[in-house]
């Protein structure tokens, strides 16, 4: 039975709803999207912020929402039998208005919960997003396995481990044998210093670093690490064949997702999609999803990842093969069509 979904996308740099979106439709299903990451303020968002916090301050924390209200009416026009929020919904919607409309609608109302890691550096906000987000959830679809069961000790029931997906490249588009001119690469931001302390271990080697926010870093980077930085975002054709440009591609863990062990993000996917051999911080979640050493390798420590950066550039056989398996599994287990069926399980 074909239903009507309404993708409220929070995390529109990337492309997580859009893909989701994609798939729900090759299903047959009708979607809808809105992007609430760039939708219009509110007039005088900025004024009526500090007005309302000032009203507020007695309370630990809060946050006003800063869309127009005109994204209800495009909600409602929608008429959908179910909404899916990427992201998180209370720094863009008020949250009272959000579990009306999902009463007024008869309407489902899922989570796909990508960075509620983030949050647990900040204990008020992590409260904050517990206390009033979660609870308007039928259901919350949440990346990581670890937050997943923090959640639900928290008698947050409705919290399911939901792993990422990617949109696979097809086996003959991954171009395995083209001339690798960068030895490792890395791309995203800094997330705290764990990555500027880890690449720091590689600052003399034929690195490549793409990303924004560096720059806010510069005091605590050295001349070395900084030369090598691209400070701008990469995403599509730039990436892929900056990937398949690339011998080593590393996944380091934010600070905040280190802080709680886990780390299976979306770059984890994506770069297995594109064919790129992934040398990724080690969690025990990866071992429930994948074969660590033969679709991937991993590392618990800067020393283990030097170790491994070094036995990889001069093992090019063993690297071709670990991509080519590590794209393999994305094809068989994790496309956006198949991570779909996740959500379409859930009665709609």
């Known amino acids: ?128 997003f517990m206390r009033h987000e979660l609870t308007n959830y039928d259901k919350v679809f949440c990346f990581s396995k670890k937050i997943s069961d923090y959640m639900n000790k928290m008698e947050h029931h409705t919290v399911e481990w939901f792993p990422c997906g990617a949109e696979a490249l097809p086996q003959t588009s991954v171009q395995t044998s083209a001339e690798k001119s960068c030895d490792v690469l890395f791309y995203g931001t800094p997330g705290g210093m764990r990555r500027i302390f880890c690449l720091e271990q590689l600052s003399d080697y ?70 790129g051999f992934l040398l990724t911080e080690h969690c025990e979640e990866l071992n429930e999803l994948f074969s660590i050493g033969q679709e991937f390798e991993t590392f618990k420590s800067h020393e283990e990842m030097l170790d491994k950066v070094n036995y990889y550039l001069q093992h090019e056989d063993k690297r071709k093969r670990i991509a080519q398996a590590g794209h393999a599994k994305i094809l068989r287990d994790f496309t956006w069509d198949k991570r779909v069926n996740q959500i379409l399980k859930q009665p709609l």
């Open 206 to 275: 034929n690195l490549e670093v793409y990303g924004k926010r560096w720059k806010n870093y510069k005091h605590v980077i050295s001349n070395a690490l900084f030369a090598k930085i691209t400070h701008a975002d990469i995403w599509g054709e730039h990436l892929i064949k900056t990937i398949h440009q690339s011998k080593i591609i590393l996944n380091i863990n934010s600070t905040q997702w280190h802080s709680i062990e886990t780390g299976v993000n979306l770059r984890i996917f994506d770069i297995l999609a594109m064919g």
């Open 1 to 128: 039975m074909s239903t009507q979904f309404l993708l409220l996308d929070g995390t529109s740099n990337v492309t997580i709803a859009q893909n989701l979106m994609q798939a729900l439709q090759n299903k047959g299903h009708t979607c809808h999207y809105i992007d609430i990451k760039n939708y219009n303020k509110k007039r005088f968002f900025a004024i009526r912020r500090h007005l309302a916090r000032a009203l507020t301050r007695q309370q630990s924390y809060y946050y006003y929402p800063k869309l127009s209200k005109s994204i209800e009416g495009e909600i409602v026009k929608t008429a959908p039998d179910t909404i899916i929020v990427t992201g998180f919904a209370y720094a863009y919607l008020s949250l009272t208005r959000l579990k009306q409309l999902k009463k007024q609608l008869k309407a489902r109302l899922y989570l796909i919960d990508t960075d509620s890691g983030s949050l647990f550096e900040y204990p008020k906000k992590l409260a904050y």
